[in-house]
């Protein structure tokens, strides 16, 4: 089974620009991978902010962006609020099983 | 407007059969091509997908759970359910249950236990 590889905890300043990313074990992520990405509070259900690589919910706020960069999926977050600090999930599609990151711990200081 | 609601039992004996429902209300599982599936979350732990069903039947499962997993549908009650078998301490978890194609609707998560 695949592994799914995400930076375990990251720190970001109050409007400052963040990059998370997510590897995975088999090869080059692609748009095959059809990426997803959750946020997740404490005490909450996750929420999808991205899916297939880079398309919004219409709930996701405009500064969080998902692309591929360098054989990775990637979360942009662009100019970081306090209510961003949450952890973020990836998920990927691997013909037919899915496999979730590990996640990673976003803090907002 | 889609709603899911995970029930089921908050308390499992070990060697036993967990087993959740997923209600879905405001649409029907099986009139879209959509998946659903299900994931679960041990406290203060990660996520861990466990599987899902298509809207005609098929399912996937994660191979390190394949063998004591069976995700089924009900039309008539417009559900969907999972059974894991012979749980351990270790399948204690939020239980989430989602509309696993774009994923933009899951339920609010169900906590079971597995204890005697």
């Known amino acids: 089974q695949a592994v799914v590889t995400q930076e375990p905890s990251l720190t970001v300043s109050p409007g400052g620009t963040v990059t998370l990313t997510c590897d995975s074990s088999t090869g080059p992520v692609t748009s095959g991978h059809y990426p997803y990405w959750f946020q997740q509070k404490p005490g909450q259900a996750p929420k999808t902010l991205i899916f297939d690589t880079h398309i919004k919910h219409s709930w996701t706020p405009a500064r969080f962006s998902g692309s591929l960069l360098g054989g990775k999926a990637a979360l942009t977050l662009s100019g970081a609020q306090p209510e961003d600090e949450a952890d973020y999930y990836c998920f990927l599609f691997y013909s037919g099983a899915r496999v979730l990151g590990g996640g990673t711990k976003l803090t907002v200081l | 407007q889609l709603q899911l609601q995970e029930s089921g039992p908050g308390v499992v004996k070990p060697s036993e059969t967990l087993s959740l429902t997923c209600t879905v209300s405001g649409g029907s599982i099986s009139s879209s091509n959509y998946y659903w599936g299900w994931i679960r979350q041990p406290p203060g732990k990660g996520l861990e997908w466990i599987g899902n069903i298509y809207y005609s039947g098929s399912t996937h499962y994660n191979p390190s759970l394949k063998s004591r997993v069976t995700i089924s549908l009900d039309t008539s009650k417009n559900h969907f359910s999972l059974k894991l078998s012979s749980v351990t301490a270790a399948d204690t978890a939020v239980y989430y249950c989602?509309?696993?194609?774009?994923?933009?609707?899951w339920g609010q998560g169900t906590l079971v236990t597995v204890s005697s």
């Open positions: 989602a509309k696993e194609t774009h994923l933009d609707y």
